[in-house]
């Protein structure tokens, strides 16, 4: 059995040490025009920070891959042709699979600005290795910074261009900061921590036009309100959009939408060809097609397509969703539902005193179903466990010190919030956010 993996990220990587350990004899070959070896793309930031080298950013030691028989390929597909079984790369070498696995990850999304297309020098993404390296080619002590976009990759390229000394204004379109998954009252905490950092954070700004030099260096942007930020360096992290476009140029392409359509077992349209991780678009009985974009879910669905290529029953439903990184210096741990709540819900929130910590919990039905955790260190699993048993803010309250993970000194007093919920309980559906 020839299996074939286009992508090497986790979620590539992740299904071909499942389809090793499940079968030992197969060939099994990974293709990556982008690097050699699985790398964490959420460790980019450590590496632009001098925290970690490029290879430190490899979980696994090199020999893995060899010792496990899975042959790495270094190339980009051009061409698919399903009738035959056969890819053909940019070199025009071509390689023949008996069952193969698209897991090509995302992109950064292209902007509708005036002059975006002018912009050929000083225009950054923080998604990919290219990325990385044209991030620190551009970065020069003292030079102006403009980053657009209001997420995590956002305040992760804004940190690593402080820390080099650039002078960076953050340009965020939305009342508070990432409202997608943080109310006001934490959006309004992350600005103040991010601003006192020495960034120029402004909210409620668009852009709308690039301004680029003869030769085609970015110099500034230009936003809806018409205020113009000088640049030397632009970097765009307003999200990413699965890495399917390429396939509308081949022979066979699969039906696409937003990613690749897959059924719950991962397959595509194309017989014997499965997707998986940030390319993947799910379509599940009864529920919205999903496009999941994020690493553990990445590291999921690939192990989940091993199992469906080697014949097993798989029917996949995302788990609880949850996530962890950090604002500079705070931490954030989210868990479940917290800013798309059902109508009805209730939430409880708390500032801590004199502390950039708070803490956010979400009932619906009498049960709780979300966690936005900022500040301090948080064990997910636990989180998640009560939210999979249906537990009443009733229950959780008293025992939220179970699922601290904070060193033993810097640990988050709870008494005031304890303290808060008895004498108040959960605000309503509406409240102050």
Aim: aromatic residues 10%; glycine residues 10%; contains cysteine.
């Amino acid at each position: 059995m020839r299996f074939v993996i286009i992508g090497n990220g986790v979620a590539g990587a992740t299904a071909a040490l499942a389809l090793r350990a499940r079968d030992p004899d197969a060939s099994i070959t990974m293709i990556s025009g982008e690097s050699d070896y699985f790398f964490s793309r959420t460790a980019l930031m450590y590496a632009y920070l001098d925290r970690m080298t490029l290879r430190d950013l490899e979980p696994y030691e090199r020999q893995v891959w060899t010792s496990q028989r899975i042959e790495r390929v270094r190339g980009w597909v051009r061409d698919l042709h399903a009738p035959s079984k056969t890819l053909t790369l940019d070199s025009s070498v071509q390689i023949g699979y008996d069952k193969l696995l698209i897991a090509t990850g995302s992109v950064a999304r292209d902007l509708p600005w005036v002059g975006w297309e002018r912009a050929k020098r000083g225009l950054v993404h923080f998604v990919t290795l290219a990325d990385l390296e044209r991030c620190e080619q551009q970065t020069r002590r003292g030079g102006k910074a403009v980053v657009v976009g209001g997420g995590l990759i956002g305040v992760e390229l804004v940190e690593c261009l402080i820390h080099h000394g650039m002078q960076v204004t953050f340009l965020v379109r939305e009342p508070w900061y990432w409202p997608a998954a943080l109310g006001g009252e934490e959006g309004l905490m992350i600005s103040d921590h991010i601003r006192r950092h020495g960034v120029t954070l402004l909210l409620e700004e668009t852009v709308n036009e690039v301004e680029c030099s003869g030769d085609g260096h970015v110099q500034a942007v230009i936003t809806d309100s018409g205020r113009r930020y000088d640049c030397e360096l632009l970097g765009v992290t307003a999200g990413v959009k699965p890495a399917a476009g390429w396939l509308a140029a081949t022979q066979t392409p699969p039906r696409t939408a937003r990613g690749i359509l897959t059924d719950a077992a991962f397959r595509t349209s194309l017989p014997d060809v499965w997707a998986a991780g940030d390319c993947a678009e799910i379509e599940i009985p009864g529920a919205a097609p999903l496009v999941e974009q994020i690493w553990y879910s990445a590291k999921r669905q690939g192990e989940q397509a091993a199992l469906s290529m080697l014949g097993d029953p798989v029917d996949y439903r995302p788990p609880i969703f949850f996530n962890s990184s950090k604002f500079f210096d705070i931490e954030f741990t989210t868990v479940g539902r917290v800013n798309d709540a059902p109508a009805g819900s209730r939430q409880f929130y708390w500032r801590a005193p004199e502390r950039e910590a708070s803490i956010r919990i979400v009932e619906a039905a009498g049960a709780v179903i979300g966690f936005n955790m900022l500040g301090s260190r948080w064990e997910h699993t636990i989180l998640e466990r009560w939210i999979s048993e249906r537990r009443p803010m009733e229950y959780v309250m008293p025992r939220l010190r179970e699922a601290q993970f904070d060193v033993e000194f810097g640990r988050l007093d709870l008494a005031p919030a304890l303290e808060k919920f008895l004498s108040r309980g959960p605000e309503p559906e509406g409240a102050k956010r």
